[in-house]
């Protein structure tokens, strides 16, 4: 069952592109890979919802912005 459907994609992507591609010897390594991870999927990813722009592009269009675009 589809119970949400964000939180399932990003579990899938978690599981396909971290946990499956790493070995993880001790506890310490694989908490430093999935941080790495994360880091890479929360900000330099393009988002859809922000017009394909990566966090980091967006924030810097809304800092040389006076007005905020609806739908960018």
């Given at each position: 069952p589809n119970q949400n459907a964000y939180v399932e994609?990003?579990?899938?992507?978690?599981r396909d592109e971290c946990l499956n591609?790493?070995?993880?010897p001790t506890l310490l390594h694989a908490r430093t890979e999935i941080e790495r991870w994360r880091r890479e999927?929360?900000?330099?990813?393009?988002?859809?919802?922000?017009c394909g722009m990566t966090p980091a592009a967006y924030a810097q269009h809304l800092a040389n912005t006076d007005i905020i675009t609806p739908g960018l």
């Amino acid at each position: 069952p589809n119970q949400n459907a964000y939180v399932e994609s990003f579990n899938g992507r978690l599981r396909d592109e971290c946990l499956n591609e790493h070995w993880f010897p001790t506890l310490l390594h694989a908490r430093t890979e999935i941080e790495r991870w994360r880091r890479e999927y929360n900000e330099d990813r393009p988002k859809k919802a922000i017009c394909g722009m990566t966090p980091a592009a967006y924030a810097q269009h809304l800092a040389n912005t006076d007005i905020i675009t609806p739908g960018l």
